[in-house]
């Protein structure tokens, strides 16, 4: 199996522990906030906690997902590192940025943490998209 399948994976489970233990985090406060006022409050920085926790776990996997499938794509290395450089910018955007978007209330101004979000996870889908072509590439030849 070539490295970078095996930088993928590590990758991935790193991200799916660290949501995992993100996750309690996010129980914790949502708690907290119920025991002291009395409603389950769906704010918007809660609510951008809890999508950011599922979507690190999803994009966790998906790093597996692609450190798997590397060696049957037919696609050249070079490639396959900007995948990964791809998913990884994915990755940290449904993560930490989703976070950080969760602090600054929405507004009907132009909104350039939005912009970054949405390139890095273009890139994320670009290596998506990538991978299945490469398979396919490969599916095909045997």
Not at 6 to 32: H, K, R, W
Not at 48 to 74: D, E, V, W
Not at 92 to 118: C, H, K, W
């Amino acid at each position: 199996m070539p490295k970078i399948g095996i930088v993928n994976m590590f990758i991935g489970f790193s991200i799916v522990f660290l949501a995992a233990a993100a996750g309690s985090f996010i129980a914790t406060d949502l708690t907290y906030k119920f025991m002291r006022e009395q409603n389950l409050t769906d704010t918007w920085m809660s609510l951008m906690q809890k999508s950011a926790h599922g979507h690190t776990n999803l994009f966790g996997i998906l790093h597996i997902c692609l450190g798997l499938t590397m060696p049957y794509s037919r696609l050249k290395n070079t490639f396959k590192i900007l995948q990964t450089i791809g998913l990884g910018l994915g990755s940290f955007a449904m993560s930490f940025l989703m976070v950080a978007r969760g602090q600054i209330i929405p507004t009907e101004n132009f909104d350039y943490l939005g912009v970054v979000i949405g390139f890095c996870l273009s890139a994320a889908l670009v290596s998506i998209g990538s991978q299945a072509v490469g398979l396919l590439w490969k599916l095909r030849e045997s």
